[in-house]
């Protein structure tokens, strides 16, 4: 052997070496034909232990490819939406292989690979498009100059200059426009069907966000940091919005995106400045300071809020808000909210150290928990408390706290581990809210300290008897009112006869009270028993039949019932009133054996009650059309069981007749109406009209008329009422939607409760203004005006009305959003 030919058989026996050292956890390196100079078909590509691809050319574009490491990322195991991995482009190309085509391909043996001339990198999802493109094999990173594209899923970056590691999906991007985007989630088990129109709840909604940027870092598959940057959801021909920031963080991960520096821009016009802010990039929860409201009503003046939110578990959070009004000065409030598969809870104080108004300090608070221990004992607690009778009426917008009088506290403990009886202890008692300054008195409701109640239902004994128990002891306590303990109890037995077609059910019980009294202002024995047999059949038949209205088919139904009631009379006129009242009287009263709430009052009865019902049921669906029913109580004997003395007694054999009926007169409209007329006077006692007309999601219309006949004595305080009440959400025009209430008070022609407002719904950004009239006591009214911009993905700005909007336009739907999210519900 000469020694030049030694030294050359020497030389490539080192380089094989080498190569099998350096790189022998390395997939070979395969050159393409071209690379060599030759035609594809003259020089075939051989494969590596069906680990490499074959490379593959065009006619126009020789190409090389390489295979890459077989190795999945690895898992983040962090909560949120992840980027999608599509299949690869190339069909022939294997997971986790490499491929790399253009113009002009070179490179060297496992070292690297370069294109020129429309060059592109693939691997699994992700896909690099540059002029020119250089790939290191041993570091498995890719740098890209010249109209530069990088696609990831369904993320997309463009500019003139990136450097990355393929796989680590990390490195940066020089001066690039992007767009992130995450797919929608699929909808929970159990929701909702969407109504037409309707909007995807924000849960469910594709996260989605572009801008530009000096400089783009890729931190991992989900986890993006930007320098001198934009970000907005909107679309690229209209941002219309948008946050530049010095730095930006998103991180898809936690849905949570973070900005410094940054100021908010809107219809390029600078709106707010942001040192350190961060946003939602989705549902997920995180600590940080959420969207500042602002606001103004006649109350409080100026009105600004300040939240912080503190996530501090998937089950339990917390927030902080500072509240300052213009004419009132701060307000702190904090509220805690939990939930387990055992308990759950919500605990709230707010605190105003100087009312500049009132000239004192002002506080409410709230403590709700339901706890269940196991093995069938529960417990809860409602606790309730405010500083001063007009606290709600001063600082509150919400109708149903300005208009209450009494704030429940409460707790109990219940077991229910009997299977077929439970017991019950209770403490209960009430803040009474009586406002000084219209004068009105408010009775205080009496203490229960203790209440314990024992309850058995026990059905299928020997011949098929069913024995019920209602038993109570109560400790009843009030400042000046009589006081007294009272021990009740009602055993059962009634045995129910029932067909498919038909039932009947006789029942027969003994209610036994007794009586341990302080009397202050009444008089009589301290000791007093009341003992009374109650007897009643109830019974009732269905019959059915096939029909057709309209060209329809329907089951028709004739449902007739009676209920016939005994129960002898007894003089309670020495029993002190604790917690009986009147019953509403409506259909599902007529049917009960007592006129009067609570156990001090059982009025004497021997009485037949009637009723027929008449449905049309859709047979395909089981949806009513239409339910009509009418009924009516007859009276065998005159009532002797009065309230209390100045409540006059009953002498007519018959009581109101009660008149209903609800129809689904077309798609998405229904009509309700019932009637409750007094045939010994030949007069209406009360009328309800309602009316319905939802075609579809955030297009709703309602009307509705309320009479009740004033049968107070006093004028000072009439207990009759006449009003309407129109409610509606409807679009105007283009994307504006108009929505408002309308409840008058038509016997004192007051207005109750106004609402007018306009939303404009931009796509990526939603306007809301509305002006609110409440009426919070006779000599009070309330007017607050709410202005918001909420940016989608971004938080808003100005005071949410949409919780005045859900509470009181029924159908209510967000323009922007399906969901009805808890916001700052009482619930997670």
């Known amino acids: 052997m000469k020694p030049r030919t030694q030294l050359r058989f020497l030389s490539i026996a080192l380089f094989a070496l080498w190569g099998r050292a350096g790189a022998e956890d390395l997939p070979p390196f395969v050159v393409s034909p071209a690379l060599l100079g030759k035609p594809a078909a003259s020089r075939p590509v051989p494969r590596a232990a069906e680990t490499v691809p074959p490379a593959t050319t065009s006619a126009s574009k020789p190409a090389a490819a ?45 070292t690297d690979v370069a294109a ?29 100059t010249g109209n530069v594209k990088v696609t990831r899923g369904t993320d997309q970056m463009t500019g003139p200059h990136a450097r990355m590691k393929v796989q680590e999906q990390v490195g940066v991007f020089d001066s690039p426009s992007y767009a992130i985007s995450r797919p929608a989630r699929p909808p929970r088990p159990g929701q909702a069907p969407l109504l037409p129109g309707q909007a995807l709840p924000a849960s469910q909604q594709p996260i989605s966000g572009h801008g530009d940027a000096d400089s783009l870092v890729l ?5 993006f940091r930007l320098f001198n940057a934009t970000w907005t959801s909107c679309k690229p021909d209209r941002p219309d919005w948008y946050l530049k920031a ?7 991960d936690t849905e949570v995106g973070e900005a410094r520096n940054g100021t908010m821009w809107f219809k390029d016009l600078p709106i707010a400045y942001l040192p350190w802010a961060d946003f939602p990039l989705g549902e997920s929860r995180k600590s940080g300071l959420l969207s500042p409201t602002f606001g103004t009503s006649n109350k409080v003046g100026f009105d600004l809020t300040v ?29 805690a909210r939990y939930i387990d598969p055992m308990y759950k809870g919500i605990t709230y104080i707010e605190y105003m150290p100087d009312d500049q108004v009132e000239g004192r300090s002002r506080y409410a608070g709230s403590i709700r928990h339901d706890q269940n221990f196991g093995g069938g004992w529960s417990s809860n607690v409602n606790f309730n ?22 704030l429940l506290r409460q707790g109990s403990v219940t077991y229910a581990g009997g299977g077929w009886w439970s017991a019950t202890g209770l403490l209960q008692a009430y803040q009474t809210l009586a406002d000084p300054k219209t004068g009105a008195t408010v009775a205080t409701p009496y203490k229960r300290l203790p209440q314990l109640t024992l309850t058995a239902n026990r059905p299928e004994l020997p011949g ?8 109570e002891f109560v400790d009843f306590s009030h400042p000046t009112f009589d006081e007294g303990r009272r021990l009740t109890f009602y055993p059962q037995l009634s045995l129910p006869m029932q067909t498919a077609s038909f039932f009947v059910t006789p029942k027969v019980g003994v209610h036994t009270t007794r009586y341990e009294l302080d009397r202050r202002l009444s008089e009589g024995d301290n000791s007093l028993t009341r003992t009374l047999p109650i007897i009643s059949v109830d019974s009732g038949v269905t019959f059915e039949r096939d029909t057709q209205f309209g060209g329809r088919d329907f089951v028709q139904t004739l449902e007739p019932r009676v209920y016939y009631l005994y129960v002898p009379y007894r003089d309670q006129s020495t029993i002190p009133n604790f917690d009986s009242g009147f019953y509403d009287f409506n259909f599902a009263q007529i049917f009960a054996e007592n006129v009067y709430t609570g156990g001090d009052r059982i009025s004497n009865a021997n009485q037949i009650t009637t009723a027929l019902q008449s449905r049309l049921i859709d047979p395909e669906t089981g949806a009513e059309t239409v339910r009509a029913a009418l009924g009516q109580r007859y009276y065998l004997v005159d009532q002797r069981v009065t309230l209390n003395k100045d409540t006059p007694a009953r002498t007519g054999k018959q009581a109101d007749l009660l008149a209903a009926l609800g129809l689904t007169i077309a798609p998405k409209t229904q009509l309700d109406t019932a009637w409750q007329y007094n045939p010994r006077d030949n007069w209406t006692e009360r009328f309800n009209f309602g009316f319905r007309f939802q075609p579809a999601y955030a297009k709703t219309l309602g009307v509705s008329w309320r009479y009740r006949r004033n049968y107070s004595t006093d004028p000072a305080n009439p207990n009759g009422f006449r009003d309407i009440d129109l409610t509606g959400q409807w679009p105007l025009w283009g994307n504006w939607y108009g929505v408002g209430r309308y409840n008058r008070n038509l016997r004192d022609h007051r207005l109750t409760q106004g609402i007018a407002g306009v939303e404009y719904n931009a796509g990526c950004w939603v306007f809301r203004g509305v002006v609110q009239h409440l009426t919070t006591s006779a000599t009070d009214v309330t007017r607050a005006f709410f202005f918001q911009l909420e940016f989608n993905g971004a938080g808003s700005l100005g005071s949410s009305p949409l919780n005045v909007l859900r509470r009181s336009v029924p159908g209510y739907g967000k323009i922007n959003d399906g969901s009805n999210p808890f916001a700052n519900d009482d619930e997670f």
């Open 464 to 471: 098929g008897l069913t024995f019920q128990l209602a038993s």
């Open 307 to 335: 939240p912080y939110y503190f996530n501090l578990a998937p089950n339990y959070d917390d927030t902080l808000t500072t509240r300052l009004m213009g004419r009132r000065g701060l307000q702190f409030r904090n509220e």
């Open 66 to 110: 390489v295979a890459g490491r077989a190795t999945a990322p690895a898992a983040s195991g962090k909560p949120g939406r992840k980027a999608p991995a599509p299949a690869p482009q190339d069909p022939e190309l294997r997971p986790g292989a490499t491929r790399i085509t253009g113009d002009r391909v070179f490179g060297r043996q496992d």
């Open 219 to 223: 931190e991992g598959e989900n986890r």
């Open 246 to 252: 010095k730095e930006l963080d998103l991180d898809y």
């Open 116 to 144: 020129e001339g429309s060059a592109v990198l693939v691997r699994d999802s992700t896909r690099v498009n540059a002029d020119r493109l250089q790939y290191f094999e041993l570091t498995d990173e890719v740098e890209a």
């Open 385 to 406: 408390g405010v500083s001063d009778p007009r606290y709600f009426i001063d600082l509150s917008s919400r109708l149903t706290l300005t208009s209450q009088v009494n």
